[in-house]
T-cell receptor, first 116, second 118 residues
Framework: NAGVTQTPKFQVLKTGQSMTLQCAQDMNHEYMSWYRQDPGMGLRLIHYSVGAGITDQGEVPNGYNVSRSTTEDFPLRLLSAAPSQTSVYFC???????????????FGSGTRLTVV | AQKVTQAQTEISVVEKEDVTLDCVYETRDTTYYLFWYKQPPSGELVFLIRRNSFDEQNEISGRYSWNFQKSTSSFNFTITASQVVDSAVYFCALSGSPNAGNNRKLIWGLGTSLAVNP
């Protein structure tokens, strides 16, 4: 089982460029989400999806787009990169039903993005 | 509003010492979930435990133990006989009932950086 796979691990962009961060999971999880991690701010939710074809905004969605055409994939698109988007991005997934004892969200290994 | 406070920014201990990481949360939800995650220097986020609001049983897993007390809105994490490999940033997080979309959002504390020195 690969779990949650994020690519790339590192990326440097120039202001105004666009790019897509990839996230794929092989656990048949319905729920997928994107977080960004910034010093002093902790992790904040950008967008999430509860199933294929269904997405919604999180806490800090501006400047980002998502789509969910399959259960496995949940790419995050930066439309026009800005220095404020310099951050570490994490994709996370889980079953919709967290009822299984001691079950949590599985995170990818992160993408460190620098916008210059 | 939901909030998670980890008052200890950094803790430094010597190997084999016991250490407790504090987590205090605020929520108006009657059903909620509490989590602990570990972020080692390599950067990934590793799930440690989840507790449901209706289950106040304490949990022990090897050298790790967790104390959940609704009366004080705390979910503290203790490492017994700490080891160098325990050095990491530890995050406490809170989410609401999973049935309502955005309630699944994890609210994170700012983390406690634990350094275990040989």
């Amino acid at each position: 089982n690969a779990g949650v796979t994020q690519t790339p691990k590192f990326q440097v962009l120039k202001t105004g460029q666009s790019m897509t961060l990839q996230c794929a999971q092989d656990m048949n999880h319905e729920y997928m989400s994107w977080y960004r991690q910034d010093p002093g701010m902790g992790l904040r939710l950008i967008h999430y999806s509860v199933g294929a074809g269904i997405t919604d905004q999180g806490e800090v969605p501006n400047g980002y787009n998502v789509s969910r055409s399959t259960t496995e994939d949940f790419p995050l698109r930066l439309l026009s990169a800005a220095p404020s988007q310099t951050s570490v991005y994490f994709c996370a997934s889980s079953y919709l039903d967290l009822g299984q004892p001691n079950y949590g969200y599985t995170f990818g290994s992160g993408t460190r993005l620098t916008v210059v | 509003a939901q909030k998670v406070t980890q008052a200890q920014t950094e803790i430094s201990v010597v190997e084999k010492e016991d250490v407790t990481l504090d987590c205090v949360y605020e929520t108006r939800d009657t059903t909620y979930y509490l989590f602990w995650y570990k972020q080692p220097p390599s950067g990934e986020l590793v799930f440690l435990i989840r507790r449901n609001s209706f289950d106040e049983q304490n949990e022990i897993s090897g050298r790790y133990s967790w104390n959940f007390q609704k009366s004080t809105s705390s979910f503290n994490f203790t490492i017994t006989a700490s080891q160098v490999v325990d050095s990491a940033v530890y995050f406490c997080a809170l989410s609401g009932s999973p049935n309502a979309g955005n309630n699944r959002k994890l609210i994170w504390g700012l983390g406690t950086s634990l350094a275990v020195n040989p």
